[in-house]
Every structure is written in C-alpha cells, then in structure tokens.
C-alpha cells in the first residue's frame, strides 16, 4: 500500500461549536496521530481493489461504511489490530485499538486549527479548493499551503468523514463531515462547520482522512462517547429549516 504519511498531534484542548444546537463544549484530548493527507485514489484502489482513475486526487464518492471498512483494510494491510467490528450495518470502535480510524469530530477540529481561531488557519485562497476556483472536481492533495501541523487540505476539496453522530435526536444514525469541498463558498468551508449524512450516503465531494491512537477507555475517547450518543437520542426538537428530519427505523 502507498504510505499513509501521519502527523503526530499533540495532547491539547479544543472548544467546539455547534450553531444549530446552539451548543459549546470544551474537549481535552490525548495526543493522536492523523493523516498528512486525505486518503486518495491509489491509496483506495490498493487497499479495496477497485480503480483510480485519478491517483493523486482525494478519493470521494465514498461512504460513511466504505469508510469505516477502509480503516481495517488499512490497518490489516499493514498487521495492525482493526479499530472496527460489525454486526450487520452497526459498527462498535474498540478504543483501544492501535489500527487506522475515523478521526473523531473533536480531534478532526483540533487538528484543523492548528492553534488557529478564526474561521480559516490562512487566507482561504491559499489553503483551500473552494468554489472560487471554479473547479469542477478534486483536485490532486497537497496543492495548496498546509497548516502549522503540517495538513493539506484540511478546508476545502473534499469534506471528510468523522466517527461521530451528528445529531441522534434528529437525524437518527447520520454521521458527521467535516471541512467543505471544492464546489463550496467560504461559509462552508470553515473549521468549525458541521454537516453529516446516512451512512451509506456518498457524494462526490466527501472522501475521508485517517487516523490512529489508542485510549485505555470503554465506550468514550476524545470527545465522543457511547453513553452521551444515547442520552442525545432522547432529546426532542424540531429540525432545523431545510434539513432532513429523522429517520424512522
């Protein structure tokens, strides 16, 4: 498999907000390694056996479930234990694994920064594929300037899976993206944006990031926690104009 180039990110803490919940919360977390990089095409196509037709573009048009099955792909290429167990569609983190990951929404938000506290860690044209480059797909990774942690296109190009939900109460089992794509304006790409969708949902400007760490927890680490995913679930409200409301199972 091409190497999966990672950064070491070090312990640190991140205040997350979420406009629509009209929420703040504040999250310590470890250290953690995440990718340098999106995962591209070629990396995909050896690791999953299907074709790139765009090696060094970020591979998109991946599900939530294709995601999570490229993480233990990854990591028992490379003999490492997987981070991922499944029963049917129902997926369990097995937090002590040292395998490839989903980042959660905490360390991807952190990682993001890079100490930064605007919206963007450098003026967007520098750092990001966005809508104003008039771009009609990906674009090869690593095109545009990284952040102090040494990330390319972190904003912008293509939003990136997390491990976590994005609102149970209301969208049921939607899980969270993160950073904007290439067809979007500046207000989505932003380090604080949160969107989410189905996890058998794919777009072609949604790929996915990795990342690995271990944590000698059961059913929480780095700012996601089993126990909290079901409390939310019995939160009412009503959804937000213009989104999809919850799923009846």
């Not at 994005?166 to 969270?176: E, H, K, M, S």
């Amino acid at each position: 498999m091409s190497d999966i180039q990672m950064a070491r990110i070090p312990s640190g803490r991140v205040t997350m907000h979420d406009a629509r919940r009209r929420t703040r919360r504040t999250v310590d977390l470890d250290s953690f390694e995440i990718g340098v990089y999106p995962v591209t095409e070629e990396q995909l196509a050896e690791v999953l056996g299907v074709a790139a037709r765009h090696p060094d573009r970020p591979a998109s048009d991946l599900s939530w479930l294709r995601a999570v099955h490229l993480c233990n792909a990854a990591s028992e290429w490379e003999g490492l234990d997987p981070a991922y167990t499944f029963d049917g569609e129902d997926v369990s983190w097995h937090v002590d694994s040292d395998g490839y990951r989903l980042p959660t929404e905490a360390e991807w938000e952190y990682a993001c920064r890079a100490g930064s506290t605007g919206p963007h860690y450098g003026p967007l044209a520098d750092i990001a594929w966005t809508a104003a480059d008039g771009v009609a797909a990906p674009q090869p990774v690593g095109g545009k300037h990284p952040n102090l942690n040494g990330l390319f296109d972190t904003l912008g190009n293509v939003w990136e899976w997390c491990w976590d939900l994005l609102d149970p109460a209301r969208y049921d089992d939607y899980r969270v993206f993160r950073g904007g794509g290439y067809a979007d304006d500046a207000w989505s790409v932003r380090a604080s944006v949160r969107r989410g969708g189905a996890p058998r949902m794919h777009h072609e400007d949604v790929g996915v990031r990795l990342a690995r760490g271990g944590f000698d927890t059961i059913g929480a680490a780095q700012g996601w926690s089993a126990a909290a995913d079901e409390e939310r679930a019995f939160e009412s409200g009503a959804s937000p104009s213009g989104w999809t409301p919850r799923r009846k199972r």
